[in-house]
């Protein structure tokens, strides 16, 4: 089946993606404020000059706090400890927003956010598109085009679009939780894979229980590997 694109930047449109990264579990109680802040920041797009691509990524080590977050993943939980090392801090907490790989901010600051991202907004990004992006059955089958860049890599990710879960323990028990962009797979591919080559990832199993017909954002972004910058970045939206 066809994917229908969201708006990759492209003149006369002059604003850069910026990608916005939320490490969130549906065990804390401060994240849903979070939450809520990167989903209107992916509808309104309130940052003049910035087209956010926005992925919550939901860590384990609060899934022994009473409630399992269905959405939590190990590899989202090594990847935020990249972050910790990265930007010199003492540990992991949540909810943490990372943006373009250079900033990070408290989740639920609105006004740091929006200067994180319109700060990012500022530097320039190369152009990175995706092609013939399709599911396979289990799989999504894509390519993607832009720059080859030896000293980065290239990331792409499936999220669930829209996912929500009822909280019958731990501290948000009893709340109806809401999320966007869920991290569901993520898998780094070489600095030569946008060329045009034919990339795929597996998606079996990729949506929540109940949310099997929704859309599946295809996000992918190539990153320095000594700095962690974004360089580029692209999103489509696949139906099924």
């Keep these: 089946m066809a994917a229908?694109?969201?708006?990759?930047?492209?003149?006369?449109?002059?604003?850069?993606?910026?990608?916005?990264?939320l490490f969130t579990s549906e065990g804390c109680s401060d994240c849903p404020p979070a939450d809520a802040l990167l989903a209107r920041l992916d509808a309104t797009q309130f940052v003049p000059g910035a087209r956010a691509i926005v992925l919550s990524e939901h860590v384990t080590y609060w899934d022994h706090q009473g409630w399992r977050d269905p959405f939590s993943l190990e590899e989202m939980t090594s990847r935020q400890e990249q972050y910790v090392h990265r930007f010199g801090l003492d540990s992991s907490y949540t909810?943490?927003?990372?943006v373009d790989g250079v900033s990070q901010l408290?989740?639920?600051n609105a006004q740091a956010l929006n200067h994180?991202?319109?700060?990012?907004?500022q530097e320039p990004k190369k152009l990175l598109t995706i092609e013939d992006a399709q599911f396979n059955r289990d799989t999504v089958q894509f390519s993607v085009?832009?720059?080859?860049?030896?000293?980065?890599?290239?990331?792409a990710v499936l999220a669930e679009n829209t996912t929500h879960s009822e909280v019958a323990r731990g501290e948000n028990a009893g709340r109806t939780l809401h999320h966007v962009a869920v991290v569901r797979v993520m898998k780094e591919f070489g600095s030569d894979a946008v060329d045009g080559r034919k990339l795929s990832l597996a998606a079996k199993g990729v949506s929540h229980e109940g949310d099997a017909k929704d859309p599946?954002?295809?996000?992918?972004f190539q990153v320095d590997h000594r700095?962690?910058?974004?360089?580029?970045?692209?999103?489509q939206t696949l139906s099924r």
């Design 4 to 21: 229908t694109a969201f708006a990759q930047p492209s003149p006369p449109d002059s604003r850069r993606p910026v990608l916005v990264e």
């Design 95 to 98: 909810p943490q927003m990372v």
């Design 106 to 108: 408290v989740g639920n």
């Design 116 to 121: 994180a991202v319109a700060s990012a907004a």
């Design 145 to 155: 085009r832009g720059g080859v860049d030896t000293d980065a890599r290239l990331i």
């Design 216 to 220: 599946i954002r295809l996000v992918v």
């Design 227 to 235: 700095s962690g910058r974004v360089l580029s970045a692209a999103e």
